[in-house]
């Protein structure tokens, strides 16, 4: 798994081995991830997403604690996949990283609680399986409107992007924070210790 630019962040590019019957490779290493991550991931729910092209979904993120981290990857089609960091005093607080999922390369992104997330389909049936840390609760889900310009997502220029009413409606990051809905970058890296012991919240 490589890090990214974000702590908490990673991708994980595997190898593809293709043959005459398609292909095949490994999504997912628990070895890799906990020698990248220092814990174990945590399984709670498995959730799929399909969307036609253009349509953005994010920035989502849930209360901490306990957070919810996401393990994603694409099935079908293409996405361009960004992770943010909206902790409050984190040293990158504000900033994003992206990468393109997609059926050819077949790589996963991994954020930690207490991250972004938000996605744009490339493509039509762009089919997204997430694995993640802790059940939904609608209560403890937030977002950030995606196309904030505080945050500057590069999104692709040619594509006209479809937002859910919710999404649409979602505060910009500065109103965000100054509602108090932010996870803060303390209790964010107190909770990666606590797994890296091996403790729960």
């Known amino acids: ?6 702590e908490g962040a990673w991708a994980l590019e595997p190898k593809v081995f293709p043959d005459d019957r398609g292909s095949f490779h490994e999504w997912y290493r628990g070895e890799e991830f906990r020698e990248a991550t220092g814990y ?9 997403s399909v969307s036609r092209w253009g ?3 994010g920035v989502h993120f849930s209360d901490l604690p306990p957070g919810q981290a996401k393990y994603v990857t694409c099935l079908r089609g293409a996405v361009l996949d960004v992770v943010v960091d909206i902790r409050v005093g984190s040293p990158t607080f504000g900033r994003w990283e992206a990468l393109r999922l997609d059926d050819a390369g077949h790589h996963a992104l991994f954020l930690a609680e207490g991250l972004g997330h938000a996605f744009m389909a490339l493509t039509d049936d762009a089919t997204v399986a997430y694995l993640c840390s802790t059940g939904y609760a609608p209560e403890r889900e937030h977002g ?3 196309l904030d310009p505080e945050l ?4 692709p220029e040619h594509i006209t992007p479809v937002l859910s009413p919710k999404d649409a409606r979602a505060p910009s990051l500065a109103e965000a924070r100054e509602a108090g809905l932010l996870p ?3 209790a964010c890296a107190a909770h990666y210790g606590q797994l890296r012991a091996g403790g729960n919240d």
């Open 144 to 146: 950030v409107h995606p």
């Open 184 to 186: 803060s970058y303390e």
């Open 1 to 6: 798994m490589r890090s990214l630019g974000i």
């Open 40 to 48: 174990d991931l945590r399984l709670a729910q498995a959730n799929c």
């Open 55 to 57: 349509v953005l979904r």
């Open 152 to 155: 500057g997502i590069a999104w």
